[in-house]
């Protein structure tokens, strides 16, 4: 696979990588790269999805932020920085997703807005293999619980090759990264 950038982490970013937790925080001061290392982490989870019986590494993704603008001047121009449209993907406005397609991955990358409590109803019916909170401190508990709740359902077992060794459907990992500056006190978090 052609190499599309060069990423030097940051030591606590090498950190955060190492871990195979299904949820993960990255806290940092303003420009430490927290939110650059949650989308290059995103990124290596779709290269290590195992193939599907299609012969492609499939996964879903949901990034998230409070609004809609906050996603477009932000996290979304972060993701087209590293993942050029035309050159990683496609990015289809209509949809608010990019379509990751690098060798043989084939990803879908959801960009959602979600405020309040009452945006969870987006998330209905969602069949995710992962997310990405940015700035997590602004962000419901209610939400963080609800994004949760829909990883792990994409790519289907029936899509996922029989491992020999056990018969059943090869497993990869799915899970939630979130970065966010230092919290108030008094913050959930």
């Known amino acids: 696979m052609e190499t599309l950038v060069n990423y030097e982490p940051p030591p606590t970013?090498?950190?955060f990588f190492r871990s195979n937790a299904k949820v993960r925080l990255l806290m940092g001061p303003v420009g430490s790269g927290k939110s650059t290392a949650c989308l290059v982490e995103l990124f290596r989870r779709c290269a290590e999805m195992?193939?599907?019986?299609?012969?492609?590494?499939?996964?879903?993704?949901?990034?998230?932020?409070?609004?809609?603008?906050q996603l477009r001047t932000t996290t979304l121009k972060s993701w087209l920085q590293w993942f050029p449209d035309g050159v990683a993907g496609s990015?289809?406005?209509?949809?608010?997703?990019?379509?990751?397609?690098?060798?043989d991955i084939r990803a879908e990358i959801l960009f959602l807005p979600l405020d309040s409590p009452e945006d969870t109803r987006r998330l209905l019916s969602l069949e995710l293999t992962g997310a990405f909170i940015n700035e997590t401190r602004e962000v419901a508990p209610e939400i963080i619980q609800a994004i949760i709740s829909r990883?792990?359902?994409?790519?289907?077992?029936?899509?996922?090759?029989?491992?020999?060794?056990?018969?059943?459907?090869?497993d990869y990992w799915y899970g939630l990264v979130m970065d966010t500056n230092p919290p108030s006190k008094d913050s959930f978090l």
């Open 13 to 15: 970013a090498e950190r």
């Open 50 to 69: 195992p193939h599907g019986k299609d012969g492609f590494r499939r996964s879903r993704w949901v990034i998230t932020r409070n609004t809609l603008p």
């Open 91 to 103: 990015w289809k406005e209509s949809e608010k997703t990019f379509f990751l397609h690098v060798g």
């Open 151 to 170: 990883l792990g359902r994409f790519p289907s077992r029936a899509m996922m090759p029989t491992d020999p060794k056990t018969g059943r459907a090869k």
